[in-house]
């Protein structure tokens, strides 16, 4: 069974920064890619970032570009998301996400492996 363990959230103001982290273990787990996804209070669940595990090739939505960056180490088999100059708009709970093949859309029906989640508050 796939496991996607997040950590690293927290209360932080307008400004800071967070980092998140997502490991991932389990029997053979072998997604290509991972991902970052978040869920604001009341409103639907939003693809964040992604980023592949052989050739890095990040993306991300347009409302984090230059603030997130999201990294990987493939010896740890684990995903990073390095938040900057957060606003209070970030604040959501943060979800890991990994498809199971190639070619699955980067969406929340998309995704296969989830994590539990941990909570960002960006305060004003």
């Known amino acids: 069974q796939v496991q996607l363990v997040e950590s690293g959230g927290g209360l932080v103001q307008a400004g800071g920064s967070l980092r998140l982290s997502c490991a991932a273990s389990?029997?053979?787990?072998?997604?290509?890619?991972m991902g970052w996804f978040r869920q604001a209070p009341g409103k639907e669940r939003e693809f964040v970032a992604r980023?592949?595990?052989?050739?890095?090739?990040?993306y991300y939505v347009d409302s984090v570009k230059g603030r997130f960056t999201i990294s990987r180490d493939t010896d740890k088999n684990t995903v990073y998301l390095q938040m900057n100059s957060l606003k209070p708009e970030d604040t959501a709970v943060y979800y890991c996400?990994?498809?199971?093949?190639?070619?699955?859309?980067?969406?929340?029906?998309?995704?296969?492996?989830w994590g539990k989640g941990t909570l960002v508050t960006v305060s004003s």
């Open positions: 980023i592949t595990w052989s050739g890095g090739m990040p």
């Open positions: 996400a990994a498809p199971a093949t190639f070619g699955r859309p980067w969406s929340v029906g998309g995704m296969d492996y």
């Open positions: 389990g029997r053979t787990f072998s997604s290509y890619a």
